[in-house]
């Protein structure tokens, strides 16, 4: 995702608002959207021989064709964990690094951290504030957003935006590049 540096800016929820459904919450400009849609597990190859290590786990690879994107996954069975990052799952263990053929998304797993049961600390669902959208319309949105970031901002009311120059004088910010995760 461009306009946060490298880091994406939403949240998937699985199994929520009920079970065999994603909840996506995203934030464009200041608009925030909840989109839910039912769960579609990737159909994935597995890779012979191949393997590698990932923060000190042995790691085998598979491929999918999924969402308009071909990926490569390296998945750990010593973490037998059917899950992995964004809509990545559905392999006998944990996806611990994930990329597209381009290159244009890649998730890496850095570190694990045991979580402790004990601590009774509950998992809160943030996205009461969240506009509910449908996916046709965010994918809209989106459009709108990165072909005119500052157009989308400023169609609220409340929001005046004046972009300048180094030397003061107003200035036109164009479009950021769109390169949705889904094609």
Request: proline share 7%.
């Amino acid at each position: 995702n461009l306009t946060t540096g490298g880091r994406i800016s939403w949240i998937l929820h699985r199994d929520y608002p009920q079970k065999g459904y994603y909840m996506l919450l995203d934030e464009l400009g200041m608009e925030r959207y909840a989109c839910h849609e039912r769960i579609k597990e990737p159909t994935w190859t597995l890779v012979p021989d191949s393997l590698t290590d990932i923060i000190g786990y042995s790691c085998h690879l598979a491929t999918t064709t999924y969402r308009g994107r071909t990926w490569f996954a390296w998945f750990t069975e010593d973490i037998p964990i059917s899950y992995g990052p964004w809509k990545l799952t559905g392999l006998p263990g944990l996806i611990l690094r994930a990329y597209d053929t381009e290159h244009h998304y890649q998730f890496e797993t850095t570190g694990l951290k045991q979580y402790d049961a004990s601590s009774k600390i509950p998992i809160d669902y943030k996205g009461t504030e969240y506009e509910e959208i449908d996916k046709a319309t965010l994918n809209k949105q989106y459009v709108r957003f990165y072909a005119d970031p500052v157009g989308f901002v400023s169609n609220n009311p409340n929001v005046k935006v004046i972009v300048k120059d180094e030397h003061g004088n107003p200035t036109k910010i164009n479009g950021i590049p769109y390169n949705p995760i889904e094609r």
